[in-house]
C-alpha cells in the first residue's frame, strides 16, 4: 500500500457513513495471502470505484483501507454482499493486528434473517491510524464490497428501515402476483401465469439475496450442497418464465420470419445449457482453475445478455402493431439500467453508492406493475370489444355458407380472424392463439367456428390449403 493512500476520519456523525476514501484491493489466485503478509504488501492498485468489484473468478480478494477516529468510540463496519462464500474482516495498527472476525461460510446465520448483511464491531482510540481489512472469496459471482460504517444508532435505524422495506417490498409484489393469477383463472389468458411465475422466481431469488432462506432446516441440502446448487434454478427459472413470456406474446407476429423463431430456439438452449451447468458447479469448480471460471462467467453473462437484447428487437419490431410493446419498454427500462448503472456510476457519480439488490427490488416493482397495467388494458380492450360485437350480433356463428367465389372470402374476415387463421394454420393450439392476442381460448374457439362458416370449410386441413392457397392476399 502506498503510503499516499487517503486516510479517511471518522469525526462525530450520527447514523450511516458511507467511504467515500481511497480503497487498495489484491487478487489473490493463490489462496495464500494472509493478513499479515497483505499488511507488509505496498502498491496496491486503488480501486476507482465506490463500490470496490474484483469481478468473477477463483480467489481470494482483498480490500484495504486507512481509518483515523477523532475521538474513542465503536463503529460498525457493515457489508452489503449477499454472494459471498467466505469472508473475513482484520484491524491492524502499527503493523500489529488488533483484532479479527471469524470466518464467516456461507450460510452462517448471523442474525434472525441475513446473511449478507455482516456486521463487524471495530473499537477505534482516538488519533490512530488503523489498517482494516477485508477478504472474501465469491466462487460463482462477482467479488463486490460493498461496505460502510454505523454507529449504533445508525445501526438500529437500518435494520428497522431494512425489515420495513422488505415487508413493504414483498407485501406489494405478492398482492401483484395473486392479481396476476386471479385474472388467469377467470379469463384463461395463460400469459398472466407465465408472468406470475417469472415474478415468484424473482421472490425466491430475492429472499436467497437477502440472506432469508438462509439458518433454515433445507438450507443445507439447497444451497450448500457439495454436489449441486439450487441457487441457479431460481435465477435460471426466472430468466426462462420471463422469455417465455414475453415469446408467447409475440411469437405470432414472427409465423413466417424462421429466423426470428430459429434464433429463440438456440437462446433457449444455451440458456437450458447454462442451466444445467451452474446446477453442478459445486462438482467441477474444484478442478478448473480462475481463467477457466472466468470463461464460463463471461458465458453465463453473455448468455444473458443476447436474451435481454432479443426480448428488445421483439418489442421495437412490433411497436406499431402492438400497443403493449409501449408498457413492456417502460416496464423493462429501469431493470436494465439497474444492471448497469452499478457498474459505470464510479465514473460519472464518484460520490454514488447503491447495492444492486436493492436495484433489482426496486425495479422489478416497477417491472410487474406496468407489464400488470399493460396486460390488463389489453385483456379489459379485448373484453370490452368483445362484448359490443357480440351485443351487435357480429359474432355469431354462421349456419349458412356464403355462396360467394372464394377470392371474395377474404373480404369477409376481420383483421383479427385473419391473423387468428394464420396462426392456427401454423400449427398455433388455441391456448398459444389465447396466450398472444389476450383472448380467452373459448372466444378463440369461437372465431375459428366464424371463420369455417365465413370458407365454406370443417377442418384443420382445409384451413391449412386455404391460407396457402390465398397467402399473398393475406
Known amino acids: 500500500m502506498t503510503d499516499a493512500q487517503k486516510v ?9 457513513l458511507k467511504y467515500t476514501g481511497e480503497v487498495a484491493y489484491l487478487i489473490d489466485t493463490t489462496f495464500k495471502i494472509n493478513s499479515c503478509q497483505i499488511d507488509k ?16 473468478g477463483k480467489f481470494r480478494g482483498w480490500i484495504k483501507l486507512n481509518a483515523k477516529s477523532s475521538k474513542n468510540q465503536q463503529l460498525f463496519l457493515q457489508i452489503h454482499n449477499p454472494v459471498f462464500d467466505e469472508i473475513n474482516v482484520y484491524v491492524f495498527q502499527k503493523g500489529k493486528i488488533i483484532s479479527g472476525s471469524q470466518t464467516i461460510m456461507k450460510g452462517t446465520l448471523l442474525r434472525p434473517n441475513s446473511l449478507r448483511l455482516l456486521t463487524v464491531p471495530i473499537v477505534l482510540e482516538k488519533d490512530n491510524v488503523y489498517q482494516i481489512y477485508v477478504s472474501g472469496i465469491s466462487k460463482f459471482n462477482p467479488v463486490k464490497f460493498p461496505i460502510r460504517f454505523l454507529d449504533q444508532r445508525g445501526l438500529d435505524e437500518f435494520r428497522d428501515s431494512e425489515n420495513l422495506y422488505n415487508g413493504l417490498m414483498l407485501g406489494f409484489m405478492t398482492i401483484l402476483i395473486i392479481l396476476n393469477i386471479l385474472i388467469f383463472i377467470f379469463f384463461k389468458v395463460r400469459v398472466f401465469l407465465f408472468f406470475s411465475l417469472s415474478n415468484i422466481s424473482f421472490l425466491f431469488l430475492y429472499l436467497y439475496l437477502e440472506g432469508y432462506l438462509f439458518g433454515q432446516k433445507y438450507s443445507e441440502l439447497f444451497f450448500e450442497n457439495p454436489y449441486f446448487n439450487f441457487q441457479y434454478l431460481i435465477y435460471y427459472g426466472f430468466q426462462l418464465f420471463n422469455f417465455y413470456f414475453v ?15 430459429l434464433t429463440y430456439n438456440i437462446l433457449i438452449s444455451v440458456c437450458l445449457i447454462q442451466v444445467f451447468l451452474m446446477f453442478f458447479s459445486p462438482l467441477w469448480e474444484v478442478y478448473l ?17 443476447l436474451l435481454n437484447i432479443f426480448m428488445l428487437a421483439l418489442i421495437l419490431k412490433t411497436w406499431r402493431e402492438k400497443p403493449f410493446s409501449a408498457w413492456m419498454l417502460i416496464a423493462i427500462l429501469p431493470g436494465w439500467l439497474s444492471y448497469v448503472v452499478p457498474r459505470f456510476a464510479a465514473v460519472f457519480l464518484h460520490d454514488s453508492w447503491v447495492t444492486l439488490p436493492f436495484l433489482y427490488s426496486v425495479s422489478s416493482i416497477w417491472n410487474v406493475l406496468f ?31 356464403i355462396s360467394q367465389p372464394k377470392s371474395q372470402h377474404v373480404l369477409q374476415l376481420s383483421k383479427r380472424e385473419t391473423e387468428i387463421l394464420k396462426a392456427f394454420a ?3 393450439s ?3 392463439i389465447s396466450d398472444a392476442m389476450f383472448i380467452s381460448p373459448h372466444t378463440v374457439r ?6 369455417y362458416n365465413k370458407l365454406e370449410i370443417n377442418s384443420k386441413a382445409e384451413a391449412v390449403r386455404w391460407v396457402i392457397e390465398h397467402l399473398e392476399v393475406l
Open 247 to 261: 415469446w408467447s406474446i409475440y411469437r405470432l407476429y414472427f409465423l413466417n420470419k424462421s429466423s426470428w423463431v
Open 8 to 16: 479517511f476520519e471518522f469525526r462525530d456523525f450520527r447514523g450511516t
Open 41 to 56: 504488501l505496498s502498491n496496491l492498485p486503488i480501486s476507482e470505484k465506490v463500490i470496490p468489484d474484483l469481478g468473477w
Open 371 to 401: 407489464i400488470t397495467i399493460g396486460l390488463f388494458l389489453e385483456l379489459s380492450k379485448n373484453y370490452k370489444s368483445k362484448i359490443e360485437q357480440e351485443s351487435a350480433g357480429k359474432v355469431e356463428v354462421l349456419t349458412e355458407p
Open 446 to 451: 369461437t372465431h375459428i367456428k366464424n371463420i
Open 426 to 428: 401454423n400449427g398455433f
Open 430 to 432: 388455441y391456448q398459444e
Open 289 to 305: 482453475c480462475h481463467n477457466q471460471i472466468v470463461d464460463i462467467g463471461s458465458f453465463t453473462r453473455l448468455g444473458a445478455l
